[in-house]
């Protein structure tokens, strides 16, 4: 058993005018019941696995990434059955500013905080699923991810609040390997994180969709 690499989280979020990415939109309900899951363990490789997201404003946009921590997801009969994954909110970084670090810093303090995601007294957030199921998108739908196979259901906790997310992956699972790619939008005061969210403060608005990306790659 060995490693999985999950990208979901509501990410840092800068916002704006400039609209966030063309993605699929996550939709949002309240939280779902967990069942145990059952089957083999395919175990996350927090070296491999890679949170990005794009956050976006009236004067541009800011990128980003996120790590795990751990977790791990359950296949059974080539079906993923559950799982939970574990985001180290202390990996936040921006890699847009990367030529001007006083920037950059700037930046990861503000969105470290409790303006943002105040990560000293939240450290993680955490993914649960709670469905994975074939996709079959109904006629005339347009889906941004080509090739898209599941639809992803879980619930997804940030700074202690939970909601439940859904969107469609491209998913590939053989007797040893895991893979996965997702990439949506999500709104992150769904979640609390208000920051600059009114549409008033014009150019010192931050939009309140983030987009989010992820990529899995697992094995036991």
Request: hydrophobic residues 45%.
């Amino acid at each position: 058993m060995k490693s999985i690499a999950f990208i979901l989280l509501p990410g840092v979020i800068l916002v704006a005018c400039e609209q966030a990415p063309k993605a699929d939109k996550a939709s949002a309900t309240n939280a779902q019941t967990v069942t145990a899951a059952t089957g083999n363990a395919y175990l996350a490789d927090t070296a491999a696995c890679l949170i990005e997201w794009i956050g976006t404003k009236p004067t541009g946009q800011h990128r980003g990434t996120l790590r795990l921590a751990g977790g791990a997801i359950y296949v059974k009969d080539s079906l993923i059955t559950g799982g939970q994954l574990v985001i180290n909110m202390y990996t936040l970084q921006n890699i847009d500013l990367a030529s001007d670090t006083a920037m950059k810093n700037k930046l990861e303090r503000e969105l470290k905080s409790s303006s943002f995601f105040d990560i000293e007294k939240f450290p993680t957030a955490t993914f649960d699923i709670t469905a994975v199921n074939a996709y079959h998108p109904a006629v005339g739908e347009e889906v941004a991810l080509k090739g898209a196979t599941h639809l992803i259901s879980g619930n997804l906790t940030l700074k202690s609040v939970v909601k439940n997310i859904s969107f469609p992956a491209r998913v590939h699972i053989d007797k040893h390997q895991l893979t996965a790619v997702a990439n949506f939008n999500i709104d992150r005061t769904l979640w609390g994180i208000n920051y600059r969210a009114d549409k008033s403060l014009q150019d010192k608005l931050i939009n309140s969709q983030v987009n989010i990306g992820f990529h899995i790659s697992a094995s036991r």
